[in-house]
């Protein structure tokens, strides 16, 4: 193999941190004008790997070649100027300025640049990627798409050739992944090179050229697109056949209505309505999904069923009790269930033990004449429901912080679901997680309403809501544009109601 052939050749990569070897001797090649994916379980070493060819991380052993050339990096600036970009996953704009500034930011001599003529450059690449952006908008003013742009943008200002996208479909809606697609095709066209990290495998499938799957720090293989399905790609990931469609019976006859909101009105964070008058009802064996992009309100009324966020207007009902403006501890003794989105923040105690985790919602069980704690009983619960979720940790004692993504995932999971609750909130379920893990999280969804649990499933992933839910209701500016069945409505006509174009009788 010539290095000259490629864009990108990272040679025989190993990268150690404490306790972890993240990449083993990994090799890649990316060619001049390809879409190259790459894929992997969580802590398969993607990002770390994307890291080091980005400068964040120096490698332990190895070498990386750019077009044919033997370089070092020692930070981001050394890959700008090499004509390496990246997207990562979460954004790194500045919300409160502007498109132009943002672009800006981080330039050489940024100070002293003249701002009409970085305008006037900003507005002809604006125009010949059809990016429909304004370079006078501040960032926080644009929906989630745009602001993706805008991250985009930064790197074709800076002449990148070589383009590292993160997860970049996470939160677009299915006209803007269709734009983001055009886009990126046009990249290859003009001869530049793009590393697709996704867990989206159709996606995969449909964009790119080749794709390279790392398994526990180590590549498995490089295979072309052509010559792969996802059923291929997902064995190479985890190892074993995963189920992508999980069954979901025929609802029975409808239970009792267990949640329901009568024309509520929730505050933002921003000091306005962040949701305005939604109606909704989920009765018991149901799942009702909410679609949705980022940002239009789904938090908001999580928070306000849970009681961390304030009703203004409307009523809330559980089991036909009104609970509107009750207190959390209130609401969760009425046998609801609630797995945030915010996982890292507000999901766990990072430093308590897996077993103290396993065992909070349950703890009073545990009480020996209301004064002692039965600790050989919780250690059993405890190794019990280790052993049910599949967590991976070599003690009950070890601290939660110290399981990997997937695993605190299932910890969260475990501890919601031992309360047997009546009433399921679920917030982005799948976020970040690998194949094998989301196939895990979907069966649990689904054993729970099988069991005649109510489910309010709150979803980023359309093809989730669309797979798990019996309705789906679909959110945008904090408000209801329908409720739908997901298989009698296309997904174009979810995007469109997902972008406030459509609006459907309910």
């Not at 992944?177 to 995969?204: A, P, T, W, Y």
């Not at 499938?205 to 790609?233: C, F, N, P, Q, Y």
């Not at 967590?391 to 969260?412: E, F, H, M, W, Y």
């Not at 799948?430 to 109510?454: F, H, P, S």
């Amino acid at each position: 193999m010539s290095v000259d052939e490629y864009a990108v050749v990272m040679k025989d990569i190993v990268k150690r941190f404490p306790a972890v070897t993240a990449n083993d001797h990994v090799s890649l090649t990316i060619k001049r004008g390809e879409i190259h994916a790459l894929l992997g379980e969580n802590g398969a070493g993607k990002t770390t790997l994307m890291n080091i060819l980005y400068g964040l991380y120096s490698p332990d052993h190895g070498e990386i070649y750019i077009y044919g050339r033997r370089v070092e990096l020692h930070s981001p600036k050394d890959a700008i100027k090499l004509g390496i970009g990246m997207v990562h996953q979460h954004f790194t704009l500045v919300p409160t300025f502007t498109v132009l500034e943002n672009i800006m930011l981080g330039m050489e001599n940024s100070f002293i640049l003249d701002k009409n003529l970085v305008r006037r450059r900003i507005i002809h690449l604006v125009d010949k990627y059809k990016l429909g952006l304004n370079p006078d908008d501040e960032v926080w003013s644009l929906s989630v798409g745009q602001q993706q742009k805008v991250e985009i943008l930064k790197l074709l200002y800076r002449n990148a050739k070589i383009l590292i996208l993160d997860e970049p479909t996470a939160v677009l809606t299915p006209q803007e992944v269709k734009s983001l697609f055009n886009f990126l095709r046009q990249m290859k066209k003009e001869g530049r090179s793009v590393i697709f990290i996704s867990h989206k495998l159709n996606e995969v499938m449909e964009i790119s050229d080749r794709v390279t799957v790392l398994r526990k720090g180590r590549v498995v293989g490089t295979r072309e697109a052509s010559e792969v399905d996802e059923h291929e790609l997902a064995r190479m990931m985890v190892g074993r056949e995963v189920i992508f469609r999980i069954k979901r019976p025929s609802k029975k006859a409808d239970g009792n209505t267990v949640l329901k909101t009568e024309g509520i009105w929730v505050m933002g964070d921003q000091g306005l309505h962040a949701v305005k008058g939604v109606s909704l009802e989920i009765r018991s064996g149901e799942i009702l999904g909410i679609a949705g992009v980022s940002g239009n309100g789904q938090k908001e009324f999580a928070g306000a069923l849970i009681g961390v966020r304030r009703v203004t207007k409307g009523r809330v009902y559980i089991n036909g009790l009104d609970v509107t403006n009750k207190s959390p501890s209130d609401i969760l003794s009425l046998g609801v269930a609630y797995i945030p989105e915010d996982r890292e923040e507000v999901g766990y105690f990072r430093d308590a033990s897996i077993r103290d985790n396993l065992v909070f919602k349950t703890r009073y069980n545990f009480l020996v004449r209301s004064l002692f704690l039965n600790y050989d009983g919780m250690n059993r619960f405890a190794d019990d429901i280790i052993r049910e979720y599949g967590i991976d940790t070599p003690s009950r004692s070890l601290p939660a912080k110290n399981l990997s993504g997937g695993n605190r995932q299932k910890l969260v999971i475990a501890r919601e679901l031992a309360i047997n609750p009546k009433l399921l909130i679920v917030n982005q379920p799948t976020r970040g997680l690998d194949v094998g893990a989301t196939e895990y999280v979907r069966r649990k969804i689904i054993e729970q309403r099988n069991k005649g649990v109510a489910i309010l499933l709150i979803s980023e992933d359309l093809e989730e809501v669309l797979m798990l839910s019996d309705r789906v209701a679909v959110f945008y500016e904090g408000e209801v544009m329908g409720i739908v069945n997901p298989e009698k409505t296309s997904v174009e006509e979810i995007g469109l109601m997902m972008a406030g174009v459509r609006r459907m009788e309910f």
